[in-house]
């Protein structure tokens, strides 16, 4: 154990005691949850940040899109903006947040809402958008307010929830018998060709219950229009996996990171437009660039600078999750119709 584990362990203890409490209040219903008549499906986390939540609701919406109106819900995280809001053209990253944000330009045909009560959020939808069918809920595995239907927990392949401790000793945000809640497991981030023999490793370690799902995803990178030297500009949680691929295809790129949902100032840009100075162009992500367009700084290099698309591919072992999910919704969706009736 190092030095430094033996301030944070104690500490982690306590953080796992106050977590423990809030649970067991509304485990015994002195704090209450609310149930809602609409397929409600959560992608959320036990750890803080770098498990891609965005871009796996964004996977869920190509799967479920074609067959349903499909709504998304999310905090807003960093927003400047409170309540209820529902995206629109006059939104931006300030108004909604850089992930609502990115999944409204991308998915036009998608309703995307901020709230940070979820079930306040949901019935505005449903008010408003009473043609929506299901509701995705972007990182929503905390917010016991809200029972949701359908529950997928995602997990990093380099850093298992079942391996890692509560903050601030680990990254662990919850109690790991709390996956116990989830439907489905999702082990994010693997190697784009893992193994069946990889695979069952993990499944042994996790040891999952019979009735939860597990499944596999990597991120997949598409092309951009550049070529030559790359200067990375990140505000994300983790960027070493987006860096592992750059270097593959640019070794000569360099990284600027700074802290996640990092909105970019004045001292920021003129230091990227320094540092961008000895590159043949800037590469950033997706949702760095919702932050990043509405700076002085990207109308200058406007022609210097791209973002690099990212998907999410979610291998289908025995039955999909996507037709997990079509079943959850059609029999919520009968159960919720037999009530009325």
């Avoid at 002195?30 to 964004?58: M, Q, R, W, Y």
């Avoid at 219950?209 to 990178?221: E, N, R, V």
């Avoid at 070529?227 to 500009?233: A, I």
């Avoid at 070794?251 to 990092?262: I, K, Q, S, T, V």
Wanted: some cysteine.
């Amino acid at each position: 154990m190092k030095w430094t584990d033996l301030i944070t362990a104690p500490l982690s203890g306590l953080y796992a005691t106050g977590v423990w409490l809030r649970h067991l209040l509304y485990d015994e219903h002195v704090f209450i949850s609310h149930e809602v008549d609409i397929p409600t499906i959560c992608v959320g986390n036990l750890a803080v940040g770098g498990t891609g939540k965005t871009p796996h609701v964004e996977a869920l919406i190509r799967m479920l899109s074609p067959h349903y109106k499909v709504a998304v819900l999310s905090r807003g995280y960093r927003r400047r903006t409170h309540g209820f809001v529902l995206a629109d053209e006059k939104s931006t990253e300030r108004t909604i947040g850089d992930e609502a944000m990115l999944i409204y330009l991308k998915f036009p045909e998608v309703r995307v809402a901020v709230c940070e009560d979820r079930v306040r959020g949901i019935r505005q939808i449903q008010n408003q958008c009473p043609e929506v069918e299901v509701i995705l809920l972007d990182d929503a595995f905390q917010h016991r307010r809200l029972q949701a239907g359908y529950n997928i927990v995602l997990t990093p392949y380099d850093r298992l929830y079942k391996d890692d401790h509560m903050l601030p000793w680990g990254r662990l945000r919850d109690l790991k018998q709390r996956v116990l809640k989830a439907h489905a497991i999702i082990v994010t981030n693997c190697p784009e060709d893992i193994q069946p023999i990889d695979k069952r490793v993990v499944d042994n370690h996790l040891r999952l219950p019979a009735y939860m799902k597990l499944y596999f995803s990597h991120i997949a990178y598409d092309q951009i229009p550049f070529t030559g030297r790359p200067l990375v500009v990140t505000g994300i949680a983790n960027p070493q996996y987006l860096m592992q691929h750059i270097r593959r295809h640019y070794p000569g790129a360099d990284l600027l990171a700074f802290p996640d949902h990092h909105r970019y100032s004045e001292r920021d840009q003129q230091l990227i437009q320094d540092r961008a100075a000895g590159f043949d162009f800037i590469l950033t992500t997706e949702k760095d660039l919702m932050r990043l367009h509405e700076t002085p700084l990207y109308s200058r290099l406007v022609d210097r600078i791209c973002a690099l698309p990212i998907r999410v591919e979610i291998d289908n072992d025995g039955r999909s999750l996507e037709d997990e999910l079509l079943t959850y919704i059609r029999e919520t969706q009968k159960r919720c119709t037999s009530s009325l009736s």
